[in-house]
């Protein structure tokens, strides 16, 4: 399937406007956007014919995507936010390594190496043939970044945070009570209280 955009003035109420983002690539894992202080949309998704990261923004026009990550299948489950200099990053989950991982564009700069954030490839605790699946990151108002995700292999919620996007603190399990942690969403309040909904497999709620 194709990667589509709806867009909509607020002065022509639900008049959407719909716009193909890459209709030659077969999207699958999720996609996510999010809008800079300029009022661009910035877009990551996944490459499922390819396995890789891709990438692309909307400035009024759509611009060409480019494949940021490709080693591996690389780019499920990415999820995109913004801090207050602009920058870009994406968190994404690597199944060739079953690492969590990142990658930064610096405003001005461009694409930074990605980085292994949990799972094989680090030195944090970990199982070998984890997948760290389903990620939510956002930023909070002091530019610290925080990303939820599911341990897939061991069926639990897990945490990891930054003050500045170079040095993260060791990965938490938060809960590990059954099957937890899929299908989660992360919020942070103008008190940068972390606010983490998932589903419950075992429980079956929310």
Known sequence: GSVMLQTVPLSQGFDWKTTTIDSTTTVDY????????????????YDDSNGDLMYTYYDGAIQTPVRIATTGDVGKYSSLDIDSNDNIYISFSDYTTGDLSLIKKQQGVGWGSIVQLDGDATTSSHTNGDIREEISLAIDDDDGIHIVYFDWSNGNLRYINSSDGI??????????????GSRNSLAINSLNEVHIMYYSQSGGGI
């Open 167 to 180: 040095y993260w603190d060791l990965p938490q399990t938060i809960t590990s009570n059954g099957v937890v």
């Open 30 to 45: 999720a996609t996510s956007i999010r809008i800079d202080s300029s009022d661009v949309a910035h877009i990551s998704y």
